[in-house]
């Protein structure tokens, strides 16, 4: 069965500076797909990026990016530039398709942007 | 409008009541599911449907049941609600097919069961 976990329940940066949440994943399959949601305040589920297991390249979308390590089933996300509007909860999910449909979360990191 | 809408947005309930949560959305996605989330343990499945004929449990659907009376309608009941079944409710359709098959998802409900 798949798993996701992110092991850092709470994180804080401050505004315009860099910040890493982690994600560790476990799967058999060796096609999937991994996405990292944020929810806002307002708890709005809002997709921030997706990666393609079988492509190397790392995702990037503006000022998120990822690190993926398939080896070690490791999918970091990366943010830059950070924004208070960044503050929210974000889930990272394992994805794997076919008959053996199936979206898993892990229990999310709440990352606080400070002013 | 939103593409991905449910009804009530927030609901305060009474132990023993029947429920219904109701989801529709406009995006003529086939696929469409239903969360539940607790604080500290993310988002877990309760039933999923890939079309009208088509409905399958998730992991905690126990206590739970659903209706896909539509293509673009997709309800979640409970029977007779407990304290334990307090959570936020999401509602989340995809396309399917190939390419990760992303979800979209509703605004949620808010859903207290006294």
């Known amino acids: 069965a798949q798993t996701v976990t992110q092991s850092q329940p709470e994180m804080s940066v401050q505004e315009a500076e860099t910040v890493t949440l982690s994600c560790t994943y476990d799967?058999?399959?060796?096609?999937?797909?991994l996405f990292w949601y944020k929810q806002p305040p307002s708890r709005q589920m809002i997709l921030v990026i997706r990666?393609?297991?079988?492509?190397?390249q790392n995702a990037t979308e503006n000022r998120f990016s990822v690190n993926f390590q398939k080896a070690a089933k490791s999918f970091s996300l990366k943010i830059s530039d950070s924004q208070l509007g960044d503050t929210a909860m974000y889930f990272c999910?394992?994805?794997?398709?076919?008959?053996?449909?199936?979206?898993?979360f892990g229990k999310g990191t709440l990352l606080t942007v400070n002013p | 409008d939103a593409d991905v809408t449910q009804t009530p947005r927030n609901r305060i309930t009474k132990t023993g009541k029947r429920i219904m949560l109701e989801c529709s959305q406009t995006?003529?996605?086939?696929?469409m599911y239903w969360y539940r989330q607790d604080p500290g343990l993310g988002l877990r499945l309760i039933y999923y449907?890939?079309?009208?004929?088509?409905?399958n449990k998730g992991e905690i659907s126990d206590g739970y049941s659903v209706s896909r009376q539509a293509q673009a309608k997709f309800s979640l009941s409970l029977e007779s609600a407990i304290p334990n079944q307090t959570a936020l409710y999401f509602c989340?359709?995809?396309?399917?097919?190939?390419?990760?098959?992303?979800?979209?998802f509703g605004p949620g409900t808010r859903l207290t069961v006294l």
């Open positions: 989340a359709t995809s396309l399917g097919g190939s390419g990760g098959d992303e979800q979209f």
């Open positions: 799967t058999s399959e060796n096609n999937y797909y």
């Open positions: 990666q393609e297991a079988y492509k190397q």
């Open positions: 999910a394992h994805y794997s398709g076919g008959s053996n449909y199936k979206l898993t």
């Open positions: 995006k003529g996605h086939d696929r």
């Open positions: 449907s890939f079309d009208v004929k088509d409905i």
